[in-house]
């Protein structure tokens, strides 16, 4: 199967600045990937697909990037709101496998 | 509204079973890919099985295959997650999941959530 790994394990942002978050694959996806961000208690929300396209209502601060094994996804200036888990998710292959998170945090 | 309902998660014991169930409404069911993904207590993310719109494709992560059985049922719109032989590994909260369209394997619309309990 597709390994997804995600780093940092967790970020410390200060509120206004940038994060820049990475999902790495054990083999080339494409631009096969979604990002969702889960809050505690909550189901997780989709962000992004296809690497970079962003879902219906998602505010442009959060942007993807990358293609192939490495992607990015960023949050141009921190809301209170994004603090959060951020799960990367490949729909390449079977199965679907997601990256273990990382978590933003306030710094 | 456009949600997902889950429902059926309940404490069972090991080797026995259970049914889930997703009721969905504000959508055109059908036409839509619907999986199921869960997660263990202070985890991440699992997919678990996803069952195409349209017509009957479906897919298992593998250490639930020959276990658990995906449906749907088009004029009821809710999707089944029958899941047989459970073990401890199994205990999670089972999301319910619509992809973007019929064969979009990323999902869009969540629902909150049904707690799975193996445990004698």
């Not at chain 2, 009957?56 to 658990?68: L, M, N, P, Q």
């Not at chain 2, 049922?73 to 619509?98: F, G, I, P, R, W």
């Amino acid at each position: 199967e597709v390994v997804m790994t995600q780093s940092p394990p967790t970020l410390s942002v200060s509120p206004g600045e940038r994060a820049t978050l990475s999902c790495r694959a054990s083999q080339s996806i494409a631009t096969f990937l979604a990002w969702y961000q889960q809050k505690p208690g909550q189901a997780p929300r989709l962000l992004i697909y296809g690497a970079s396209t962003r879902a219906t209502g998602i505010p442009a601060r959060f942007s993807g990037s990358g293609s192939g094994t490495e992607f990015t996804l960023t949050i141009s200036s921190l809301q209170s709101e994004d603090f959060a888990v951020y799960y990367c998710q490949q729909f390449n292959f079977w199965p679907l496998t997601f990256g273990g998170g990382t978590k933003v945090e306030i710094k | 509204e456009v949600q997902l309902v889950e429902s059926g998660g309940r404490l069972v014991q090991p080797g026995g079973s259970l049914r889930l169930s997703c009721a969905a409404s504000g959508f055109t069911f059908s036409t839509y890919a619907m999986s199921w993904v869960r997660q263990a207590p202070g985890t991440g993310l699992e997919w678990v099985s996803v069952f195409s719109g349209g017509d009957a494709d479906t897919h298992y992560t593998d250490s639930v295959k020959g276990r658990f059985t995906i449906s749907r049922d088009n004029s009821k719109n809710t999707l089944y997650l029958q899941m047989n032989s459970l073990t401890a590994e199994d205990t999670a909260v089972y999301y319910c999941a619509k992809g973007l369209g019929a064969r979009a394997w990323y999902f869009d619309l969540w629902g909150r959530g049904t707690l799975v309990t193996v445990s004698s």
